[in-house]
């Protein structure tokens, strides 16, 4: 009876140790004190991409400005390379990731998600004269053909999944992907709209678009450490806010929908 008292005592304070200890380690605490937040992201068109001064510009980059703002805390972006954000996250390097990041089963074993402030999809853009009159998916899914894509990335899945037998090629940036397209060494680039639509506006003469709407729908959200439920309680309330307020269809209106911005890169 004695042992039992004195083993139940121990899990008392076991659990509230541990529950200090949860409380104290939010990164929500940690960053209310440290003043900063810290950013992890990746340059995509037009969420995130750098201006002719060298500072960074576009959709996520206005949300995460305000998130901070909203915080009342100072910010500080933390580029990354997109197949290691996640990694990054984890090890500390920064404290979430706003980077356009899709919410998917995969990711979510890794990662906790807010729930969605915005939604995306996949594009395709093809080279005019390698895929001349191709108009629909399935042509591109040929053997012969080759459709380049980022790294680690939703379209990586998407190219995999609707072209199974094209030759899929991974690049680190999709800048590079686009370059493969323009030199005519790739038949297409499968990307998160809007970016295929403005390059087939910026390069008229090379590429076009073979069908004019997304192919998926992707849910896009926050990405936090697994079990910082404080810091996600949080995130969600902001973006019902923001939501409600209006912020988040006025900043994609003027990233997704203008090229008002187009002044600032060039």
Known sequence: MKFLK???FLMIIFAFVAQTSFATESTLDKVLKKGVLKVGMSTFVPWAMYDKNGNLIGFEIDVAKRLAKDMGVKIEFVPTKWSGIIP???????????????????????VNFSIPYDYSGMSIVANKFKAKGWNKLSDFNKKNVIIAVRIGTTAEVA????????KIKLFDDESQAIQELLLGRAHAVVASAPMPAFQAIEHPDRLYLPIKDTFTKEPIGFAVRK???DFLNFLNSWIRYVKAEGFLKERKQYWFYTRDWEKLIK
Do not use: E, H, V
């Open 6 to 8: 004195k083993l139940l």
């Open 88 to 110: 990054a996250l984890l090890t500390g390097k920064f404290d979430i990731i706003i980077g356009g990041m899709s919410i998917t089963p995969q990711r979510a074993l890794k």
């Open 159 to 166: 190219s995999k999944r609707f072209f199974p037998n094209a």
């Open 227 to 229: 079990g910082d439920y």
